[in-house]
């Protein structure tokens, strides 16, 4: 059994029992019973995921993985692919709109290099996880390799783990790679069934003209790859990218930790949609932060039958949807640890 195999079987179920319990605690605090809505759903997923009533206030981690794609050469993007490793330095040296989201969240932010095309040279605060010079061209053929792709997931897991051990307990994902919103789209087409149109959005600002293009690109894509959905890592392998399925990992190592993971937009939701599929208990572990502008990201929700916090029209990426949200789940907790309880104010309950 490969160590992926090994922590995708051992991700445990969610303690909904647990949930119950801490809404018990919600409900004898002084405010109408449920008067604060998702919030309270909120803390009660947290407490359920974490196994404890009342949950730890969070420590948290953003991580953005970078890699480029080979279906960049299809001109599917309106940006060219050196701005991969460009924006990679830019979030080493803390400029990029996920810095500084992060920062308001008092977030840590971990880059993870996982195969840009040209080899940096050594950065700080740049860990550097590299499967390749990027990924082969997807519609020409298969992405990644099944054993690449297995590299990927298993620098995620490693990715986690390490954090668990640093005392992080809340993940967010990001994500940075040029051409990345046309392998999301393929890999949700290919899990969900839905037409590549249905799928594809304008990415990075691109014309109509592009979207046709990228449209048609994701079709040759589908039609060489024949991806087959009973086989998740497979569809990952074919149609993923390095930083794709190294977030799938990040996904399933956090899961198999008992660790929430907010899942960012579009193409960090593409990679929860694939951990889940490889291992379905994980799915439970994943909170989708924000509805992004992107319409294959509403297909993603509607396949892992959730709702996200908030939406307000973003479609960046890089993890700044899941920062924003970091803010509302530590929110949800402290009402847990802070908010007095009709007894201790000396506040009468309703009656009856």
């Known amino acids: 059994m490969t160590r ?23 409900d004898a605090k002084t405010k109408p019973r449920g008067s604060l809505g998702r919030l309270e759903s909120l803390a009660c997923r947290i407490a359920a995921i974490r196994g404890t009533p009342v949950p730890e206030i ?35 040296r803390g400029g990029a709109a996920i810095n500084v989201l992060a920062r308001q969240a008092g977030a840590r932010v ?26 082969k061209n997807l519609a020409l053929g298969a992405a990644m390799t099944r054993e690449e792709a297995v590299r990927a997931i298993e620098a995620g897991i490693a990715v986690a783990e390490r954090l668990v051990g640093e005392g992080i307990t809340l993940f ?23 037409k590549p149109e249905a799928v594809t959005g304008f ?20 039609d060489v790859n024949a ?29 198999a930790s008992r660790i929430p ?33 992107e319409p294959g990201h509403a297909v993603v929700l509607e396949a892992m039958g959730t709702e996200p916090l908030f939406d307000l029209g973003l479609c960046l990426g890089e993890g700044t949807g899941a920062a924003l949200a970091m803010a509302i789940v530590e929110a949800a907790v402290r009402i847990l640890h802070e908010m007095a309880t009709f007894e201790s104010a000396g506040v009468s309950d309703q009656e009856g």
Do not use: C, W
């Open 4 to 26: 992926f195999e090994e922590i995708a079987a051992r991700i445990p179920g969610v303690a909904r029992g647990v949930a119950e319990e801490t809404q018990r605690r919600l």
């Open 58 to 92: 969070p420590r948290m981690a953003i991580v953005v993985m970078a890699a480029d794609h080979g279906v960049a050469e299809e001109g599917v993007s309106a940006y060219p692919q050196a701005v991969t490793g460009q924006m990679l330095r830019n979030f080493a």
């Open 110 to 135: 971990e880059v993870v290099d996982m195969g840009v095309r040209e080899a940096l040279p050594p950065m700080p605060g740049v860990r550097v996880h590299r499967v390749g010079p990027g990924t």
């Open 172 to 194: 967010g994902l990001g994500e940075m790679g040029i051409g990345n919103t046309t392998a999301a789209s393929a890999l949700v087409a290919a899990f969900t069934g839905r």
């Open 203 to 222: 990415g990075t600002g691109i014309t109509p003209e592009i979207r046709r293009r990228k449209v048609e690109v994701i079709r040759r894509a589908l």
């Open 227 to 255: 991806p087959d959905p009973t086989d998740p890592l497979g569809v990952l392998a074919k149609l993923g990218g390095f930083e794709i399925a190294g977030l799938a990992g990040v996904a399933l190592g956090g899961a």
């Open 261 to 293: 993971v907010i899942m960012d937009g579009f193409i960090t939701g593409a990679a929860s949609l694939a951990a889940a599929r490889m291992a379905p208990a994980a799915a439970d572990y994943f909170i989708a932060s924000h509805r992004s502008t």
